[in-house]
C-alpha cells in the first residue's frame, strides 16, 4: 500500500496549491479518503475528506470556502485544491484512506487505515 503526497511548497499568502495523493496497493475506489495536516506543536486535524463515490465531503470550519477535496477513482487519486491561502494554513499535509464513511467517523486520524509520507505546505505572509 502506498499514498503519494505531493504539490505542497512555499506560496505567499493569498495565493493557491493543489495537493494530490496517488493511491496503489488496494481498491482505492472503495475507501473514503481524508486530507489532515500538522504543525509542530500541534494536534493533527483532519482538513478535508471525501466518501469513496465523491458524493459527500467534509471540511473543518478554518477551511470551508477556501480549499476543495475531490477525487478520480479512474487515476487512483484525491486532490485537495487550497485558494485564499493564510499563514495559519502553514503545515504538513498527508492524505490517508479508510473503510469508514460516516461525517463524524471522518474526523478523527484515528479510523484511517492507510498514511502518505506528507507534503510541506509553508505559507508567507
Known amino acids: 500500500v502506498q499514498l503519494q503526497a505531493s504539490g505542497g511548497g512555499l506560496v505567499q499568502a493569498g495565493g493557491s496549491l493543489r495537493l494530490s495523493c496517488a493511491a496503489s496497493?488496494?481498491?482505492?475506489?472503495?475507501?473514503?479518503m481524508g486530507w489532515f495536516r500538522q504543525d509542530p506543536g500541534k494536534e493533527r486535524e483532519l482538513v478535508a475528506a471525501?466518501?469513496?463515490?465523491?458524493?459527500?465531503?467534509y471540511y473543518a470550519d478554518s477551511v470551508k470556502g477556501r480549499f476543495t477535496i475531490s477525487r478520480d477513482n479512474a487515476k487512483n487519486t484525491v486532490y485537495l485544491q487550497m485558494n485564499s491561502l493564510k499563514p495559519e494554513d502553514t503545515a504538513v499535509y498527508y492524505c490517508?484512506?479508510?473503510?469508514?464513511?460516516?461525517?463524524?467517523?471522518?474526523?478523527?486520524?484515528?479510523?484511517?487505515?492507510?498514511w502518505g509520507q506528507g507534503t510541506q505546505v509553508t505559507v508567507s505572509s
Open positions: 471525501i466518501t469513496w463515490s465523491g458524493g459527500r465531503t
Open positions: 496497493g488496494f481498491t482505492f475506489s472503495s475507501y473514503a
Open positions: 490517508a484512506a479508510t473503510t469508514y464513511y460516516t461525517g463524524s467517523d471522518l474526523k478523527y486520524g484515528y479510523n484511517y487505515h492507510y
